[in-house]
């Protein structure tokens, strides 16, 4: 069984230099916006944001001004800012300024239905959270990190497992968040990340509406 996981290790490669297909550049920029939600970015990543082609794998106009805006925060960023950014926005004293899970949006309290319906679909696509990490799975973090690998794995076989999922964990509730997330108090950089987010997630529903047009109108709805 793949383990999903929310951890603050850096992502390895979350842009790579070379792109082989749509669908791997879609499992990049999953795996890139799950880092990003997981820890605050280190240098590494912070440089490698400052240096991308803000056009590469563009699909619409606004998505590649998203991406733009992300290089530009990146290499206006300060390391040690990011930490405390971070910090405010999702941790907090006791609670940050934003509640990054699925349950909460959809319920307004935390490990509620939603959360055992997707563990329920997280065990039937072979996937489950690692023992030592506390967080949900229902985490921001975590559902981008399960598409990303749920893309590897149909890349090239058709898109329903990929839309299936995308219209019972994600639409329902990750799009207010990114746009939440642009209008926090709190976020700097981060306000980009928000910005990727919601364009790549419009992105996101009208290609795999068009993908796997089977999938029942009413759960393809964006949040």
Not at 11 to 25: I, K, R, T, Y
Not at 152 to 162: C, D, F, I, K, P
């Amino acid at each position: 069984m793949a383990e999903v996981s929310v951890t603050d290790s850096e992502l390895s490669e979350p842009l790579a230099a070379v792109v082989s297909g749509e669908d791997q550049l879609r499992a990049n920029t999953y795996s890139l916006l799950g880092a990003l939600l997981a820890a605050p970015p280190g240098p590494a990543l912070v440089e490698k944001l400052s240096e991308i082609d803000a056009e590469e794998g563009d699909a619409s106009s606004l998505l590649g001004a998203a991406w733009g805006m992300l290089k530009g925060a990146a290499g206006r960023a300060e390391c040690g800012l990011l930490d405390d950014e971070y910090r405010e926005l999702f941790i907090g004293v006791g609670r940050g300024e934003l509640v990054p899970y699925g349950s909460w949006y959809l319920t307004g309290f935390l490990m509620e239905q939603p959360l055992a319906q997707l563990r329920s679909d997280l065990d039937a696509l072979g996937l489950g959270r690692k023992q030592d990490v506390a967080e949900p799975e229902d985490h921001a973090a975590a559902l981008c990190e399960a598409m990303s690998l749920i893309v590897e794995a149909e890349a090239g076989s058709g898109a329903e497992r990929e839309a299936d999922f995308l219209s019972r964990h994600i639409q329902s509730w990750m799009g207010r968040f990114f746009r939440d997330l642009q209008q926090a108090d709190a976020a700097h950089f981060y306000r980009a990340v928000g910005q990727l987010g919601e364009q790549f997630l419009e992105v996101e529903s009208q290609y795999l509406a068009m993908a796997a047009p089977r999938l029942d109108d009413s759960r393809s709805q964006s949040g």
